[in-house]
């Protein structure tokens, strides 16, 4: 399955994210608590990837991996970085192989960077 790197991520303010998951915003902060969601403040407001989120729902990998980021000291800035950019050893952006199930993969990508 080939899977196309994404060049312009769109982005989602936290009302974008209320619309649609269809959750209350206060749902949506506890995602982000939990860290099932993470955003950037870099521009303002918390904005978080689309990419993120798949049929409005966050990638079911992404806590684990968020947490295993955050665990090998990245910022919520650098490790959306790293998920978003191209992993070399991995052939794609790290977030496009945990939508396609290759959390194991991801993973273990992630850990060797602490």
Do not use: C, N, Y
């Amino acid at each position: 399955m080939s899977v196309e790197i994404p060049t312009e991520t769109e982005w989602l303010s936290l009302p974008e994210l209320v619309e649609l998951t269809g959750e209350p915003l206060g749902r949506v902060r506890r995602l982000l608590d939990e860290r099932q969601l993470v955003a950037s403040r870099r521009h303002g407001a918390p904005r978080v990837p689309a990419i993120f989120l798949v049929d409005g729902v966050p990638v079911g990998s992404l806590r684990g991996t968020v947490i295993v980021l955050q665990d090998a000291g990245f910022s919520d800035d650098e490790l959306i970085d790293w998920l978003l950019a191209p992993e070399e050893s991995i052939g794609t952006a790290p977030i496009l192989a945990l939508r396609a199930g290759r959390k194991s993969e991801v993973r273990r990508v992630a850990q060797s960077l602490a």
